[in-house]
């Protein structure tokens, strides 16, 4: 991949890739976790080398990318703040031009989405962004297809956004008016989504409700995250108190369609945001929607380096 090549694509936010390339990158997964599931050996990145550099801390994101990478024949950096120069005030253009002449894709864990953005426009790579403060895509990703995996398309379905109006939800609203669905927002006055954050342009895709319940009520999927994200932990006090009524419980589902799944991008605050019963429930798919990190990011990496199979 060359600098200025047409064919370079970052994923920065849900929107840098349209509903088509989301249908193609949904059939590769599926090949993509059959072939695994199978045992089959799949490589076709080796040689490829991904950087990982987490600001912030990570389970399954780096577990994911980590193992996907090595799956498919690459190899991985990983890096932190703490054991970089990026803790020690190098600029974000200079660490963007020096290890994007070193590898061959870039996976970014930060805070402002700013930030990421000036490590992309200097980037001689592809840049994923493995969340910031304002956007998640991969989680949305392997959302998305989790969702599809139990229940088919989730086009014209309703989902049922319960919480803070974060890196999730926006990303959410981003999804929704590109793939045609419709989100429920319940959150606490004063942490209501930003439509202009999250980059929405039709209002239509997303509906703003007072008390959860009324979001859920008929939701395909319900789903929810922490009161509390990375990077805001000073809030924690104030925010247990702003968010005590938005925990799904058993109610919130019972007013969901009969076959809604709940999903959390984890991980999860049980008797906080999401009672023990739904979490551990028969609606949740909680795991799957884990594992899905995995594949969906190998799809996604297959398609930024590699452009589309056959
Ligand atoms: N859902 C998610 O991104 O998990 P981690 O913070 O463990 O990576
Ligand atoms: N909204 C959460 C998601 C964690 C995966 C956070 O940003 O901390």
């Known amino acids: ?19 088509e390339e989301y249908g193609y990158l949904f059939e590769r997964t599926r090949i993509i976790k059959t072939r695994f599931k199978n045992y089959e050996r799949y490589q076709p990145l080796a040689d490829r080398t991904l950087a990982m550099i987490f600001e912030k801390a990570s389970t399954r994101t780096r577990v994911s990318f980590e193992a996907g990478m090595y799956q498919m024949g690459g190899s991985v950096v990983h890096l932190t703040t ?76 309703v989902v049922a956004w319960v919480g803070d ?19 429920h927002v319940s959150t606490p006055a004063g942490y209501a989504v930003d439509p202009s954050v999250a980059g929405v342009r039709d209002s239509a895709c997303y509906r703003v409700f007072d008390h959860p319940m009324e979001a859920c009520a008929g939701a395909h999927l319900v789903t929810t995250d922490v009161w509390t994200s990375m990077g805001y932990e000073a809030e924690n006090e104030e925010r247990r108190k702003a968010f005590v009524d938005w925990c799904v419980d058993e109610d919130m589902m019972a007013a969901a369609a009969p076959d809604a799944l709940f999903m959390h991008c984890l991980p999860a605050h049980r008797g906080e945001e999401v009672a023990a019963e739904v979490i551990d429930g028969p609606q949740s798919v909680v795991w799957d929607e884990a594992e899905n990190r995995l594949h969906v990011q190998k799809a996604l990496m297959e398609y930024l380096l590699l452009g589309r199979i056959g």
């Open 82 to 157: 703490g054991d970089s120069q990026l803790g020690r005030a190098e600029p974000i253009e200079d660490s963007a031009r020096v290890i994007s002449r070193m590898v061959d894709l870039v996976m970014i864990r930060t805070y402002e989405q700013h930030k990421l953005e000036r490590f992309a426009a200097h980037s001689r790579v592809p840049v994923i962004n493995g969340l910031t403060n304002e956007y998640h895509p991969c989680q949305i990703l392997a959302d998305i297809y989790t969702y599809i995996e139990h229940r088919g398309s989730i086009a014209g379905k």
């Open 165 to 183: 109006g974060n890196n999730m939800a926006n990303t959410w609203l981003q999804a929704a008016e590109l793939l045609g669905f419709t989100v």
């Open 1 to 19: 991949m060359k600098p200025g090549d047409r064919l370079m694509k970052h994923f920065l936010q849900f929107k840098d890739l349209r509903a």
